[in-house]
């Protein structure tokens, strides 16, 4: 495989580009490296630590800041990362909130469940996603019940979660969430349960077709039965994991093509595994569009920061950290996830990265890290500290503004250049290479 | 509900620079049109470092320093109140029988408030904004909503930071379109959100406010020699790099953090104390005195969403912004007293009956004030009926939302309020004693002691 594409493919899938991947996968055709790269079985059957799975009701905070580090652990050291890449993509599509839900265990229970279901049954994730607690919480179904129903999920679900606005109407929104009636938690455990006696088993009209509808038989509708509605779902999930894989542009025919081989797998449809290898094999993946269409968001930034460096997420302090670059872990903003882009690029979020960068310096700096440079010219070291951080070769704008940068350090100080070291290494850090994705 | 889970916070961060569907335009963000106007365009960048360095001088963000205000410019603080405040709860009816017939154990006792006249009272937590009434320094604007209220959060907050009643997809906030009608070396440091993320209102239609940490440690601030030189060299990365727009887009906004930085580090120094919200206003009032070209500050104060438990929260949220602005105003330089206006907003009012949970729900028509040196002291619209049948029952708006806005656009900030809210079809109201920066010997005054306690809206033009 090309080297260019395949450094491409590793940076959008995998977060960073390993050089032993690149060993393994260059002599692969593009089918074959793509097949290697969504084969997440080679992680083996992940397991949620026991720590994550109750609650520690006076450690609440310690149990978040363990779960940011354990989750950017696993970007950065799985053998297969684009499983915590599709789960990360789960995480800003079906959304919940650590804070707002108030239990990080079902947090951390539901972010499992969009590990194993990563590259799964599109449909499958969907049911399970709806039943798990976090979601009940977050999006009101705990609290639904007959004669007061709560239209909170059954709106996102299909506003933002399977077909987008436009594709039905407030009648089905009212239906849907008289469907859903009944399907609580407990309290104060936060378990799933069916209570027969609080769900509405009058019959309602939902896309036209009236009965007993149940809440599951919601979403069985929505992407399997009906022969329409499943056709915008399949081109509503397929728009948005090319937003979040390739560029924020796809073309409607492109869509439309993608979905087509989404709705078509084998042996059922919406298998998402089948979805991305097709996916991540167009030629328009390779595009120069997508190649300089997207921006690491700050969480795939610190996978990155975190797999160059060698500090883990207790190291850089991502718990606390994030929240001035505007993203946290287990936190999207609302019920739409987060944004692309434009979002992350204002000089308040900036100011939040390049802090980050800066204290990831010293640390690396109080070690000797990066003393080799003292011995080269100025280019020499900015090819040398580029190449380290997988983003060489530089656009000759942020080559020639760090040479000069760095040979005014070089002449200003020539007995002594721990500074020009030191504020080299930042100044990669904040280059645009870095933060693109 | 659509979004009843967002908290207060969520609300503002969805309303945060809008899904860019396209690349960056030409203006915005980007820094290109000013490196054209000083010769260093796309063309230039080409010739590299060298050209930079020959253009720049030693100090690549002195090219850049914001502009001293005129000293008849106005400076508008924007506080929004996240959530919903409850304004009848804020600007009490206390004689009004519906009132305490509605509210039941949520209504502030006649004999707790802080009289303002025979009909309207502030609540308890409001002291330092009672003096300011006293002298005349308080608008306070009855009935503010907007047509068909929507109840969520997010759809009403949208609205309000539109700052438009024009249809179609919300793309850009008003204070953004304000800033699109500035001379681009005026606009480039007029707004700014003391927040880690700019808000819809802020962003034009090619222009966006800035975003200043109210953390504070700022990066770009030290100003040893070493690091002087980093900043230096990360500044000259901002040229077209043929990596595409957002590659470029990244290097302009660093760009500008560095020299946001370079500008408001002094105000961030000694580090602001107290709450969230007074380090937030004391920061404001900062980088007013620092003069450095900022014309709106944006100043969020979340947590009014008071569906609960409403008594304890509401008084710890009024008082919280009470301190704030008496720290804000000891904080803020003299010379700059007739010259800042404060403006509070929130997405709506609550319900007028209170809930079974001791608090209040998504409501319509609210309260807004005008706070400041050179506002006439009074009460402004009429303040809607509080003759409600029905539990859930909402107040009927008496007044066009743009219109306080409107005003102040007008009247404060120099620009056609028509033009920047897309439409005239609002009252503006005579709340402006003076001019930014005119000594008003003859500040009109009427604190309705012993009237309705309620001064008819003029109407000036519209």
Same mark, same amino acid.
């Given at each position: 495989?090309?080297?260019?594409?395949?450094?491409?493919?590793?940076?959008?899938?995998?977060?960073?580009?390993?050089?032993?991947?690149?060993?393994?996968?260059?002599?692969?055709?593009?089918?074959?490296?793509?097949?290697?790269?969504?084969?997440?079985?080679?992680?083996?059957?992940?397991?949620?630590?026991?720590?994550?799975?109750?609650?520690?009701?006076?450690?609440?905070?310690?149990? %978040?800041?363990?779960?940011?580090?354990?989750?950017?652990?696993?970007?950065?050291?799985?053998?297969?990362?684009?499983?915590?890449?599709?789960?990360?993509? *789960?995480?800003?599509?079906?959304?919940?909130? *650590?804070?707002?839900?108030?239990?990080?265990?079902?947090?951390?229970?539901?972010?499992?469940?969009?590990?194993?279901?990563?590259?799964?049954?599109?449909?499958?994730?969907?049911?399970?996603?709806?039943?798990?607690?976090?979601?009940?919480?977050?999006?009101?179904?705990?609290?639904?019940?007959?004669?007061?129903?709560?239209?909170?999920?059954?709106?996102? +679900?299909?506003?933002?979660?399977?077909?987008?606005?436009?594709?039905?109407?407030?009648?089905?929104?009212?239906?849907?969430?008289?469907?859903?009636?009944?399907?609580?938690?407990?309290?104060?455990?936060?378990? %799933?349960?069916?209570?027969?006696?609080?769900?509405?088993?009058?019959? &309602?009209?939902?896309?036209?077709?009236? =009965?007993?509808?149940?809440?599951?038989?919601?979403?069985?509708?929505? +992407?399997?039965?009906?022969?329409?509605? &499943?056709?915008?779902?399949?081109?509503?999930?397929? =728009?948005?994991?090319?937003?979040?894989?390739?560029?924020?542009?796809?073309?409607?025919?492109?869509?439309?093509?993608?979905?087509?081989?989404?709705?078509?797998?084998?042996?059922?449809?919406?298998?998402?595994?089948?979805?991305?290898?097709?996916? +991540?094999?167009?030629?328009?993946?390779?595009?120069?569009?997508?190649?300089?269409?997207?921006?690491?968001?700050?969480?795939?930034?610190?996978?990155?920061?975190?797999?160059?460096?060698?500090?883990?997420?207790?190291?850089?302090?991502?718990?606390?950290?994030?929240?001035?670059?505007?993203?946290?872990?287990?936190?999207?903003?609302?019920?739409?996830?987060?944004?692309?882009?434009? %979002?992350?690029?204002?000089?308040?979020?900036?100011?939040?990265?390049?802090?980050?960068?800066?204290?990831?310096?010293?640390? +690396?700096?109080?070690?000797?890290?990066?003393?080799?440079?003292?011995?080269?010219?100025?280019?020499?070291?900015?090819?040398?500290?580029?190449?380290?951080?997988?983003?060489?070769?530089?656009?000759?704008?942020?080559?020639?503004?760090?040479?000069?940068?760095?040979?005014?350090?070089?002449?200003?100080?020539?007995?002594?250049? *721990?500074?020009?070291?030191?504020?080299?290494?930042?100044?990669?850090?904040?280059?645009?290479?870095?933060?693109?994705? | 509900?659509?979004?009843?889970?967002?908290?207060?916070?969520?609300?503002?961060?969805?309303?945060?620079?809008?899904?860019?569907?396209?690349?960056?335009?030409?203006?915005?963000?980007?820094?290109?049109?000013?490196?054209?106007?000083?010769?260093?365009?796309?063309?230039?960048?080409?010739?590299?470092?060298?050209?930079?360095?020959?253009?720049?001088?030693?100090?690549?963000?002195?090219?850049?320093?914001?502009?001293?205000?005129?000293?008849?410019?106005?400076?508008?603080?924007?506080?929004?109140?996240?959530?919903?405040?409850?304004?009848?709860?804020? @600007?009490?009816?206390?004689?009004?029988?519906?009132?305490?017939?509605?509210?039941?154990?949520?209504?502030?006792?006649?004999?707790?408030?802080?009289?303002?006249?025979?009909?309207?009272?502030?609540?308890?937590?409001?002291?330092?904004?009672?003096?300011?009434?006293?002298?005349?320094?308080?608008?306070?604007?009855?009935?503010?909503?907007?047509?068909?209220?929507?109840?969520?959060?997010?759809?009403?907050?949208?609205?309000?930071?539109?700052?438009?009643?024009?249809?179609?997809?919300?793309?850009?906030?008003?204070?953004?379109?304000?800033?699109?009608?500035?001379?681009?070396?005026?606009?480039?440091?007029?707004?700014?959100?003391?927040?880690?993320?700019?808000?819809?209102?802020?962003?034009?239609?090619?222009?966006?406010?800035?975003? /200043?940490?109210?953390?504070?440690?700022?990066?770009?601030?030290?100003?040893?020699?070493?690091?002087?030189?980093?900043?230096?060299?990360?500044?000259?990365?901002?040229?077209?790099?043929?990596?595409?727009?957002?590659?470029?887009?990244?290097?302009?906004?660093?760009?500008?953090?560095?020299?946001?930085?370079?500008?408001?580090?002094?105000?961030?120094?000694?580090?602001?104390?107290?709450?969230?919200?007074?380090?937030?206003?004391?920061?404001?009032?900062?980088?007013?005195?620092?003069?450095?070209?900022?014309?709106?500050?944006?100043? #969020?104060?979340?947590?009014?969403?008071?569906?609960?438990?409403?008594?304890?929260?509401?008084?710890?949220?009024?008082?919280?912004?009470?301190?704030?602005?008496?720290?804000?105003?000891?904080?803020?330089? #003299?010379?700059?007293?007739?010259?800042?206006?404060?403006?509070?907003?929130?997405?709506?009012?609550?319900?007028?009956?209170?809930?079974?949970?001791?608090?209040?729900?998504?409501?319509?028509?609210?309260?807004?004030?005008?706070?400041?040196?050179? @506002?006439?002291?009074?009460?402004?619209?009429?303040?809607?009926?509080?003759?409600?049948?029905?539990?859930?029952?909402?107040?009927?708006?008496?007044?066009?939302?743009?219109?306080?806005?409107?005003?102040?656009?007008?009247?404060?900030?120099?620009?056609?309020?028509?033009?920047?809210?897309?439409?005239?079809?609002?009252?503006?109201?005579?709340?402006?004693?003076?001019?930014?920066? /005119? @000594?008003?010997?003859?500040?009109?005054?009427?604190?309705?002691?012993?009237?309705?306690?309620?001064?008819?809206?003029?109407?000036?033009?519209?």
């Amino acid at each position: 495989m090309d080297h260019d594409e395949l450094t491409h493919l590793l940076r959008r899938t995998e977060f960073v580009v390993r050089p032993e991947r690149v060993t393994e996968l260059s002599a692969l055709s593009r089918a074959d490296a793509v097949a290697n790269i969504l084969d997440v079985g080679q992680n083996g059957t992940p397991a949620l630590p026991v720590y994550f799975q109750s609650e520690h009701l006076d450690h609440g905070w310690e149990q %978040y800041v363990a779960a940011c580090s354990w989750w950017l652990d696993r970007m950065v050291n799985t053998p297969r990362p684009m499983q915590e890449k599709m789960t990360l993509f *789960w995480h800003g599509h079906f959304t919940s909130a *650590w804070w707002d839900v108030g239990k990080g265990y079902h947090m951390m229970l539901q972010n499992h469940l969009y590990r194993q279901y990563a590259l799964g049954d599109f449909r499958q994730l969907t049911q399970k996603m709806a039943l798990e607690p976090a979601m009940l919480v977050y999006l009101s179904n705990a609290v639904n019940v007959k004669g007061e129903p709560n239209q909170n999920f059954a709106r996102e +679900l299909m506003e933002l979660f399977t077909l987008g606005v436009g594709n039905y109407t407030e009648a089905d929104v009212d239906a849907s969430a008289r469907a859903w009636t009944g399907h609580n938690a407990d309290w104060p455990a936060y378990v %799933y349960q069916f209570r027969s006696s609080r769900h509405d088993n009058f019959d &309602k009209t939902f896309f036209g077709t009236t =009965k007993n509808w149940d809440g599951p038989d919601i979403i069985d509708e929505i +992407l399997r039965d009906n022969p329409t509605k &499943k056709v915008v779902a399949a081109r509503f999930i397929v =728009k948005k994991l090319w937003q979040f894989f390739a560029h924020l542009s796809p073309p409607a025919t492109l869509v439309e093509e993608l979905a087509d081989v989404f709705l078509a797998t084998t042996p059922g449809p919406l298998d998402l595994q089948q979805l991305m290898q097709a996916l +991540l094999t167009r030629d328009e993946f390779y595009s120069t569009t997508a190649r300089t269409g997207l921006v690491r968001t700050p969480i795939e930034w610190f996978a990155a920061l975190s797999f160059y460096t060698g500090l883990n997420g207790d190291n850089m302090g991502v718990a606390w950290a994030a929240e001035a670059t505007g993203q946290q872990f287990f936190q999207p903003p609302n019920v739409s996830g987060w944004r692309p882009n434009g %979002y992350w690029l204002n000089t308040s979020a900036l100011n939040g990265r390049a802090q980050i960068a800066r204290s990831a310096t010293w640390r +690396l700096r109080d070690q000797h890290g990066f003393d080799e440079v003292y011995d080269m010219t100025a280019a020499q070291a900015v090819d040398y500290v580029a190449q380290f951080f997988g983003i060489h070769p530089l656009s000759t704008a942020t080559r020639d503004a760090l040479i000069t940068g760095h040979q005014a350090a070089l002449d200003a100080t020539p007995w002594v250049n *721990w500074w020009a070291a030191t504020n080299l290494l930042t100044m990669i850090l904040l280059t645009p290479e870095f933060h693109m994705a | 509900m659509p979004d009843s889970s967002l908290s207060t916070a969520d609300i503002r961060r969805r309303l945060s620079v809008p899904i860019a569907e396209e690349a960056p335009g030409p203006g915005g963000w980007t820094r290109r049109s000013f490196l054209q106007a000083v010769g260093l365009g796309a063309g230039a960048a080409a010739a590299g470092g060298l050209l930079h360095e020959l253009a720049f001088g030693a100090d690549t963000r002195t090219a850049f320093a914001g502009q001293p205000l005129g000293t008849h410019e106005g400076v508008l603080v924007l506080l929004t109140h996240y959530g919903g405040n409850d304004g009848l709860n804020m @600007v009490v009816p206390y004689t009004n029988n519906d009132y305490y017939g509605m509210r039941g154990g949520l209504a502030i006792p006649a004999n707790q408030v802080l009289p303002l006249d025979g009909v309207h009272a502030l609540h308890p937590a409001l002291s330092t904004l009672k003096s300011m009434w006293d002298a005349h320094h308080v608008a306070i604007v009855h009935g503010s909503g907007y047509p068909n209220p929507d109840l969520s959060h997010f759809s009403s907050m949208a609205t309000w930071m539109h700052g438009s009643l024009a249809g179609g997809a919300i793309t850009s906030g008003w204070v953004g379109r304000w800033l699109d009608g500035l001379a681009p070396d005026l606009a480039e440091m007029a707004a700014a959100s003391i927040d880690s993320a700019v808000p819809l209102s802020l962003q034009g239609r090619t222009r966006g406010g800035l975003g /200043v940490s109210p953390w504070g440690n700022l990066f770009g601030a030290d100003s040893g020699d070493e690091n002087q030189r980093m900043y230096n060299a990360l500044s000259a990365m901002n040229t077209p790099a043929g990596r595409g727009p957002w590659h470029d887009m990244f290097s302009s906004a660093l760009a500008t953090q560095l020299r946001v930085a370079s500008e408001l580090a002094p105000s961030l120094d000694p580090e602001p104390q107290g709450s969230d919200l007074v380090r937030r206003m004391t920061i404001a009032a900062r980088i007013i005195n620092a003069n450095v070209g900022l014309r709106v500050i944006d100043v #969020p104060h979340g947590g009014y969403d008071t569906h609960e438990g409403q008594p304890g929260r509401h008084e710890e949220l009024l008082g919280d912004f009470d301190t704030a602005l008496a720290t804000f105003y000891a904080t803020l330089s #003299p010379a700059y007293h007739r010259r800042v206006l404060i403006v509070t907003l929130s997405e709506f009012g609550r319900t007028p009956y209170a809930n079974q949970s001791l608090g209040t729900d998504h409501g319509t028509a609210n309260v807004q004030m005008v706070i400041g040196h050179q @506002v006439r002291g009074g009460h402004y619209g009429t303040p809607p009926s509080l003759n409600v049948a029905d539990q859930w029952d909402r107040l009927v708006s008496t007044l066009d939302f743009r219109s306080v806005l409107g005003t102040l656009v007008e009247g404060w900030m120099g620009a056609d309020a028509g033009e920047v809210m897309e439409g005239n079809s609002f009252e503006r109201l005579n709340f402006l004693a003076a001019a930014p920066g /005119v @000594v008003e010997l003859t500040k009109t005054i009427d604190d309705g002691a012993d009237q309705s306690g309620l001064m008819p809206a003029v109407r000036v033009r519209g």
